[in-house]
Structure formats: structure tokens, C-alpha cells
């Protein structure tokens, strides 16, 4: 059985039974505490139910503990076939790829733009500033607080050569 919905009409008071979604409900009884208007909330009975056209899983209302839902109340059995179940672990399965792969790029992007960032143990190269010709490259050997902001000691050329004082947001990452 899938959802079976009774109809009670306003008017004479008869009752009407009916039953949709067949072979398609894949959770019959949800409970969901929803916000019914500004400042009520009311207890909202949902049942899962695959939809073939959209290919997507959607939840819909059987029920209401709401005084004035005025709309067909349902009785939901999960009744699920089994090329329902595929497509549905299917759609799950696309999902946790592409959330996946999203994470992974998200990674690599963070990756990327740390080993951008110059710092104390790489090897940096002047790119902005007045005080040294910029394209110079050298080793950061020193990371540090100066008066007006970080500052970097680059050790420039060989293990004998100058070493410069310079601020950090001036020098780029060299990449290896």
C-alpha cells in the first residue's frame, strides 16, 4: 500500500479514501516540527516519497497536528520496488561523489594558495615594494612582528651573501 488519503468533505461530511504513490514511498512516517505560521509551530507527519519525473526524493505532507490544516490527512506505508530503491541509492550515491570531489577541490585549492604564501623556511622572491629591486630571490630565515605589520630576514644569494629586512606582504613564495 503507499499512501492511502482520506478526504472528509465539508459540506455533507462524507469521508473519501483514495491511495497514490504506489511503489514509491520510501520512508512512510516522518515527524518534523515546523513553523505553521509567524509564531506557532505545529508537529507536520511527512512521508518520503520518490519522484520519477524529477528524479529526486522529496518529502511530503500527510498530516498536521495544526488545528486548522484544512487539506486531506494521509496514512503512509513504505512500499518501495526495487528499481525504486536503485534509483534512489543511485541519486545518494551522485551526491556523496560530487560532495567528494567538491571537498577535494576545496583541498587543493588550500593547498595551492599555501604553498603561495611566503614564510619562514621557503624560498621567497621580492615582488613588491621600492627599497629592493623587485625579481630578487633569496631564503626566509626569520618571521616576525616589526612596528608596522610582519616583517621576513631573507638571506639573499649564497650562504655569505646579504641579508635583507623587508615586509612580508612584500615577497612571494618561490615554487619549487
Given at each position: 500500500?503507499?499512501?492511502?488519503?482520506?478526504?472528509?468533505?465539508?459540506?455533507?461530511?462524507?469521508?473519501?479514501?483514495?491511495?497514490?504513490?504506489?511503489?514509491?514511498?520510501?520512508?512512510?512516517?516522518?515527524?518534523?516540527?515546523?513553523?505553521?505560521?509567524?509564531?506557532?509551530?505545529?508537529?507536520?507527519?511527512?512521508?518520503?516519497?520518490?519522484?520519477?519525473?524529477?528524479?529526486?526524493?522529496?518529502?511530503?505532507?500527510?498530516?498536521?497536528?495544526?488545528?486548522?490544516?484544512c487539506g486531506p490527512y494521509g496514512d503512509a506505508e513504505a512500499d518501495a520496488t526495487?528499481?525504486?530503491?536503485?534509483?534512489?541509492?543511485?541519486?545518494?550515491?551522485?551526491?556523496?561523489?560530487?560532495?567528494?570531489?567538491?571537498?577535494?577541490?576545496?583541498?587543493?585549492?588550500?593547498?595551492?594558495?599555501?604553498?603561495?604564501?611566503?614564510?619562514?623556511?621557503?624560498?621567497?622572491?621580492?615582488?613588491?615594494?621600492?627599497?629592493?629591486?623587485?625579481?630578487?630571490?633569496?631564503?626566509?630565515?626569520?618571521?616576525?612582528?616589526?612596528?608596522?605589520?610582519?616583517?621576513?630576514?631573507?638571506?639573499?644569494?649564497?650562504?655569505?651573501?646579504?641579508?635583507?629586512?623587508?615586509?612580508?606582504?612584500?615577497?612571494?613564495?618561490?615554487?619549487?
Amino acid at each position: 500500500m503507499s499512501i492511502r488519503w482520506t478526504k472528509k468533505d465539508r459540506k455533507t461530511g462524507e469521508e473519501t479514501t483514495y491511495t497514490t504513490h504506489e511503489g514509491l514511498v520510501l520512508d512512510g512516517f516522518i515527524t518534523r516540527v515546523d513553523r505553521v505560521m509567524s509564531d506557532i509551530y505545529a508537529d507536520q507527519y511527512y512521508a518520503r516519497v520518490w519522484d520519477p519525473e524529477a528524479g529526486q526524493v522529496r518529502d511530503l505532507l500527510i498530516g498536521s497536528s495544526f488545528e486548522l490544516f484544512c487539506g486531506p490527512y494521509g496514512d503512509a506505508e513504505a512500499d518501495a520496488t526495487p528499481e525504486t530503491l536503485a534509483a534512489f541509492k543511485a541519486l545518494k550515491e551522485a551526491r556523496e561523489k560530487a560532495a567528494r570531489e567538491a571537498r577535494e577541490e576545496r583541498e587543493r585549492k588550500a593547498a595551492e594558495a599555501e604553498a603561495k604564501k611566503p614564510g619562514k623556511g621557503r624560498w621567497v622572491r621580492v615582488a613588491r615594494g621600492r627599497k629592493y629591486p623587485k625579481g630578487l630571490e633569496g631564503f626566509c630565515f626569520w618571521v616576525g612582528n616589526g612596528r608596522w605589520g610582519q616583517r621576513a630576514g631573507v638571506q639573499v644569494g649564497d650562504e655569505e651573501g646579504e641579508v635583507i629586512w623587508i615586509a612580508l606582504s612584500n615577497l612571494e613564495a618561490v615554487p619549487a
